[in-house]
């Protein structure tokens, strides 16, 4: 609406105190946005890794896991939004649906492509000792498989962070409101500034991930290495 | 050491009738084999790729479920109770080793004794015991499985699989991925922890040296799993039971039958052989007693050399003579194939026997042919 410059218009959306203090400000958002992120990519983890493990431990059913998940891949995150608005109405909920559709397909195939590959002779050799079937897995297959699987973690982690900014389609909250609303309001700075938001977090949290990820899973990169 | 191996000489694992198909697989992989292995022994499964010497073995600790027949360990169908609590009383060592890249040597090593719930000390206790047993160094068993070399691996593999002490210890192929040396001394070092240990130990391989080399008995197997013959090594050589065994063994077998004996088996001959403080005048006289243009001289006993009769001396003494080394010289416990290479070698019709230098006798190739002639079947050395 406005021909005020960029600059111009960041000044003026920074200096209101509304963007630092209040239902529609920075700290908010940015809290809904982390909270719905986490609680997407956690439940889709919990939903998700448990029967991939097993699928993947037996052989059995991975293919058609696999293809199951393949669909929820296909659709697209925007369609499962306005599907289950249709079905549940507006608020946090469509979008977390929505979230956790997304992210769980990296994190299953991660998942089950990481157990399958666990050396055969590795395998023999743990059935071959006595191990019972649990103990294969959670001994053996389950800690070689991690550092994939945390591999899927963190690409599910980066695309549920940017993709969450759609929950504020569906009245869900989240850093996507200054987005939407700065369109509506042709408010550049309070759109620029969701944008650049939504992007710094996405970039942080991968970072801080792969920190913990070393820390997660450090004998295996002296095994790894010295292979 | 437990003793649940039983008296030796008795039954250990019994197959009876035992047949096994595989499910995508027409033929049979194994067809009603009967075999028994005796407590003690080591028995090789030799044969070709496809006569099912593997899945004998797994069949065995159950990693393959036989599709008829019966197999018993130590008395008790194998079929009875968990796979796991079975395998928990059976070593396992396979070809490519599989040791637990992400945990450290010394936890593979403890797998079974964890898995038996045994108190961290006594795994502690164990786990050095079995170490020095296998001749690994303390200081390895902190480090994680990929910064061993292969030979290494498999020593980790043979200390993680004699780790609960079990009376049956299964090889598939243990040593078929170690270059030749490394090879030749891991066969070496389990026939030394065998005389220690005397576990019934039943053996896969292809090669029939290594199964001449380690085992009590050989098995031979043809495709489908099929019993062409079995005996000790010697028999199998010397009465190969049918063309296939023949054929099997090579054309090369009375080589290897020279491989079965040893020195020490033979009445090795003095030779000319003198003191060095006799005199030149007994030193000819040894020489034409023996037929031999040369002397061999002894100090106290230690080989000393040989020289030329024409270089020696008119003198009184033998002091003073620069012997030239033999070319040829074997310890007792080396095989009649050793003692023929080491001939061969030196392009020398016999080869002088020492034990750290102490002079024992000579061996030449007349005394070898005639032990291949008086074939009385027996294992030498063990």
Request: aromatic share 4%; hydrophobic share 45%.
């Amino acid at each position: 609406m406005t021909d005020r410059p960029l600059v111009e218009e960041l000044r003026l959306f920074l200096g209101d105190p509304q963007t630092w203090w209040g239902p529609a400000s920075i700290p908010l958002r940015l809290g809904e946005h982390l909270l719905l992120s986490a609680v997407a990519v956690l439940a889709a983890a919990a939903l998700v890794i448990p029967p991939a493990l097993w699928a993947a431990h037996r052989r059995r059913g991975v293919v058609a896991a696999a293809a199951v998940v393949n669909i929820g891949r296909a659709v697209p995150t925007f369609g499962i939004l306005v599907v289950v608005v249709v079905w549940l109405g507006l608020g946090p909920w469509p979008a977390l649906v929505a979230l956790v559709a997304l992210s769980g397909p990296p994190m299953f195939t991660n998942t089950v492509a990481a157990v399958l590959a666990v050396d055969p002779a590795v395998l023999e050799s743990a059935w071959g000792m006595g191990m019972t079937g649990r103990a294969v897995l959670m001994k053996v297959e389950l800690p070689l498989a991690l550092p994939v699987i945390a591999e899927g973690i963190r690409i599910a982690i980066s695309q549920v962070i940017a993709t969450a900014t759609l929950a504020a389609l569906a009245a869900g909250g989240g850093l996507g409101r200054f987005i939407v609303d700065g369109f509506a309001k042709r408010d550049q700075g309070e759109l620029l500034m969701g944008a650049v938001l939504v992007a710094a977090v996405a970039v942080v949290a991968e970072m801080l991930f792969t920190r913990g990820q070393r820390r997660l899973v450090p004998s295996q990169a002296s095994a790894e290495g010295s292979r | 050491m437990s003793d649940q191996a039983g008296a030796a000489g008795q039954p250990m694992i019994s197959l009876q009738d035992v047949s096994k198909t595989y499910d995508a697989a027409s033929a049979p992989a194994v067809e009603s084999l009967t075999l028994e292995i005796l407590s003690g022994e080591i028995v090789v499964l030799v044969g070709p790729s496809g006569c099912g010497k593997t899945t004998v073995l797994k069949m065995i600790n159950r990693l393959v479920e036989p599709t008829s027949g019966d197999i018993e360990v130590a008395g008790t169908p194998v079929g009875e109770g968990e796979p796991h609590l079975l395998r928990r009383s059976i070593g396992y060592v396979i070809q490519q080793v599989g040791l637990f890249p992400h945990w450290t040597v010394r936890r593979n090593i403890a797998t079974v004794p964890e898995l038996l719930g045994w108190s961290p000390q006594r795994i502690s206790d164990r786990t050095g015991e079995l170490a020095r047993l296998v001749g690994l160094d303390e200081s390895m068993l902190d480090r994680y499985p990929g910064a061993l070399s292969g030979g290494q691996q498999q020593r980790v593999g043979v200390a993680r699989a004699l780790a609960a002490d079990p009376p049956v210890l299964l090889m598939d192929e243990p040593f078929g991925a170690v270059d030749p040396i490394v090879r030749h001394r891991l066969q070496d070092e389990l026939v030394d922890l065998q005389k220690r240990l005397r576990k019934t130990i039943v053996f896969v391989t292809h090669d029939i040296e290594e199964a001449i080399k380690l085992g009590d008995r050989i098995v031979i197997l043809n495709v489908g799993g099929v019993l062409e013959q079995q005996g000790s090594p010697a028999e199998i050589l010397s009465r190969p039971a049918n063309r296939f065994v023949e054929d099997f063994i090579g054309a090369e077998r009375n080589l290897q039958r020279l491989a079965l004996r040893r020195v020490a088996e033979l009445r090795l001959k003095w030779g000319p052989m003198v003191e060095v403080s006799t005199t030149p005048e007994a030193a000819r006289e040894a020489a034409a007693r023996e037929g031999t243009e040369w002397v061999g001289l002894l100090s106290d006993g230690v080989m000393a050399g040989w020289v030329p009769v024409s270089e020696l001396p008119e003198s009184p003494s033998l002091e003073g003579l620069e012997p030239r080394p033999f070319g040829a010289v074997v310890s007792r416990r080396a095989s009649l194939r050793q003692t023929v290479d080491a001939m061969v070698g030196s392009s020398q019709e016999m080869a002088v026997v020492a034990e750290d230098g102490y002079y024992c006798g000579l061996v030449d190739f007349r005394m070898v042919s005639e032990a291949l002639g008086s074939q009385r079947g027996s294992r030498a050395g063990g």
